[in-house]
């Protein structure tokens, strides 16, 4: 195929990887720190008090009906100014994946929690199990098996998100790949197709097997 | 300080932006619906080759961003002749990514319906069309809607990427003011209202909808 | 000149693809008109097979099934992987059957439900299939439930329901296939009610049943099934209960005794 060659100049390769680094890098930190933001959004939603309540219906339903990009402007150029903070590109993408992937994360958590029959509870209790016994040995261990594919899933999701990050400026696998089209547009003027169909791929080989743990996690745990 | 009449100016800005936004989602959803009965209907009918291809889209799909979808049709695919506008390439971009989206979503509702209903629509002396559409269908349905209207959301969501080739939606609007006046504050108001009017409605009906539809509950 | 059975089977066979041994295996009878046939026997004796034969819902491999003298079925040995019998919609009608459970259409309402076949396979006249389907309803005490949908009734109302819904298309055959299994105890009587109202209003039924002492009080002629064959047949079903000639119903009896 004509053009193709693109892919095999030095250096091509070496930094389209290094680009797809950072790509991986923002979306591992982000679901990481997602967790405890999570646990935390997860655990006050199931709160009774009222004001907690109201907060998180309204950070949750914001988070979820306005678009990650939006979002990733609204912290760009909206928060950094406002708090008068100095926030790079790669900050403000972290930040809005964080606040996204933690508010959906205690959505789940909050399903789950929900979601254990009160008679474990019961049952811990007639067995003479302490608060914190039943918590750790018998709620969380069920909770969990609902909440870990749900959580390998959205983190495919902040994989597939970071891509935006390229709108604000920050050189990851996408910017990179644009440079390197600059960089050879009258040697290679095809190099487009190749480049952004590596790229593709390079998403689908970091996703796809996810994809498949997350669908294994849940055949393996929907029967029990 | 937030300046009002900045607001009242570019207001018309974003009713355009609005209003690209909805055309292309419209026709992108419509296009997802489309692709995605056809692939529900090739898995469930099991149709040998084609079941495979669909699988494999599926996957691509699912598992790969809008963003770099758009950028491989819009300046990839120009390099082997094949030339889109950036409106065509924004709704084949949303259908190629929703379509998958809409097929998991009808084939768990047409899986959801109990085999036993096939049956007692056969006993019952119904054929095989009076059984689809007046008794697999309309429970299928029922099931599917929570899934098909937040796939509609997520799509009206994602369409907010087509910015990036240079169609003049919502989010293109934003972006242009904040570059050319700095009117940062005004501009994201604007861009957070925008997408509240256009998301509010829908995600409403969507409830409504959902209770509408809710008759096969057990 | 002699009445034809309603129902007649011979030499039915009826042989999953990857199975060493047929489910049925050369099974033999006759259901005469107006008469209830019951098939008892423990689970995986082929007692709901035998009902899904004779609707069409699988392919048969061996023998035959006739209605009224007429022969509807007849076994193919090939036909295993093969789906539902391509019965005509009329001839469908003339076999009505009752499921264990979950078998009212969920998107429509009581009547509905009644109303859907005779409307739409009968084409019969919808305000005349709705004056009957309401007369059936009060048979079966449920008239003022018309307009209520399936997931606001109980297991056993909805039982009654589907067998309205059989009963308005006049079926010559009513199949029972464990219609009271999945109800909570209190629910069953009101089921097993209205069949023996069926029973003396003169209808043709196989019941297929878990209820012992139901199934002796209602049956003109019993079957035992076991292995896919018939172990013992009696035209006193008094007798049968009481004091079974083989070893296997004698056994198969006991295990519906505390002692």
């Keep these: ?150 959580s390998v899933n959205l983190a495919t999701r902040i994989v597939k998100t970071t891509s935006l990050a390229v709108l604000l400026g920050v050189v990851e696998v996408i910017k990179v790949g644009q440079q390197i089209i600059d960089a050879n547009r009258f040697q290679y003027p095809s190099g487009t197709l190749w480049i952004y169909g590596v790229i593709f791929f390079m998403y689908f080989i970091v996703c796809w097997p996810l994809s498949i743990v997350a669908r294994r996690l849940e055949k393996r745990w929907a029967n029990d | 300080m937030f300046d009002w009449s900045f607001v009242h100016r570019y207001a018309p800005f974003f009713v355009n932006g609005t209003l690209m936004t909805l055309f292309i989602s419209i026709f992108g959803i419509l296009l997802a619906i489309a692709v995605g009965l056809v692939c529900a209907g090739i898995e469930l009918a099991r149709i040998p080759v084609a079941r495979q291809i669909v699988r494999v889209y599926i996957e691509l799909s699912r598992n790969t961003p809008l963003l770099v979808q758009l950028y491989f049709l819009y300046f990839g695919l120009p390099k082997l002749g094949i030339v889109w506008s950036a409106e065509a390439c924004a709704i084949i971009g949303l259908g190629f990514l929703g379509g998958s989206y809409m097929a998991e979503a009808m084939r768990g509702g047409l899986e959801a319906v109990p085999e036993v209903q096939r049956e007692t629509a056969y006993v019952l002396g119904l054929s095989p069309m009076q059984s689809i559409s007046r008794v697999v269908l309309p429970q299928a349905i029922s099931t599917a809607v929570p899934g098909i209207v937040a796939n509609v959301i997520f799509l009206i969501k994602e369409s907010s990427v087509v910015s990036a080739i240079a169609l003049a939606d919502v989010m293109y609007m934003a972006k242009d003011l904040i570059g050319m006046y700095y009117s940062t504050y005004e501009s994201l108001f604007l861009l957070v209202v925008s997408y509240l009017v256009i998301l509010l409605p829908i995600s409403i009906a969507g409830t409504w909808l959902e209770r509408r539809f809710d008759y096969a509950r057990r | 000149m002699t009445e034809q059975p309603a129902l007649s089977v011979s030499n039915l066979t009826k042989q999953y693809a990857n199975a060493d041994h047929p489910v049925l295996d050369d099974i033999s009878f006759t259901v005469p008109k107006g008469k209830v046939f019951v098939v008892v026997g423990p689970s995986g004796s082929g007692k709901s097979t035998l009902l899904r034969t004779i609707a069409g819902l699988e392919p048969i ?55 859907l076949a005779p409307t739409l396979v009968q084409k019969r006249d919808r305000a005349e299939a709705e004056r009957e389907a309401v007369k059936l309803l009060e048979r079966v005490g449920l008239a003022d439930r018309k307009d209520a949908w399936p997931h606001e009734l109980s297991g056993g109302q909805r039982q009654r329901v589907a067998i309205c819904r059989a009963l308005i298309l006049h079926p010559e055959v009513l199949l029972f296939d464990e219609v009271t299994a999945a109800l909570d105890p209190e629910m069953v009587r009101e089921v097993l009610d209205v069949m023996l109202g069926l029973a003396k209003s003169g209808q043709t039924m196989m019941i297929v049943t878990h209820e012992m002492n139901f199934a002796r009080a209602i049956a003109d002629h019993v079957i035992l099934l076991d292995g896919g064959h018939i172990v013992e047949e009696s035209d006193d079903a008094h007798a049968f209960f009481t004091n079974p000639n083989t070893e296997r119903a004698q056994q198969f009896l006991r295990t519906f005794e505390f002692e």
């Design chain 1, 1 to 150: 195929m004509q053009g193709a060659e693109i892919l095999l100049q030095p250096g091509v390769f070496p930094r389209l990887l290094q680009g797809l680094w950072v790509t991986v890098w923002i979306a591992g930190v982000s679901v990481g720190l997602s967790i405890p933001v999570g646990l935390l959004t997860g655990w006050l939603m199931t709160l009774n008090n009222r004001v907690v309540k109201v907060i998180m219906r309204v950070y949750l339903d914001f988070i979820r009906i306005m678009p990650q990009l939006a979002l990733l402007f609204l912290a760009y150029y909206g928060f950094a100014r406002w708090f008068d903070w100095n926030l790079d590109a790669t900050g403000a993408c972290v930040l809005v994946f964080v606040l996204w992937g933690g508010a959906e994360l205690g959505d789940l958590v909050r399903g789950a929690l929900v979601s254990i029959p009160e008679v474990q509870f019961e049952s811990s209790y007639v067995l003479g199990l302490n608060a914190w016994q039943t918590f750790s040995r018998v709620i969380l261990p069920q909770a969990l098996r609902r909440l870990l594919p749900a």
């Design chain 3, 61 to 115: 491999q061996g023998g035959t099934i006739a209605l009224d003298g007429e022969v509807i079925e007849t076994g193919r040995p090939d036909s295993a992987k093969a789906g539902r019998s391509r019965r005509s919609s009329a001839l469908r009608t003339r076999i009505g059957m009752v499921f264990q459970s979950y078998d009212l259409f969920p998107n429509k309402t009581v009547l509905g439900n009644i109303t």
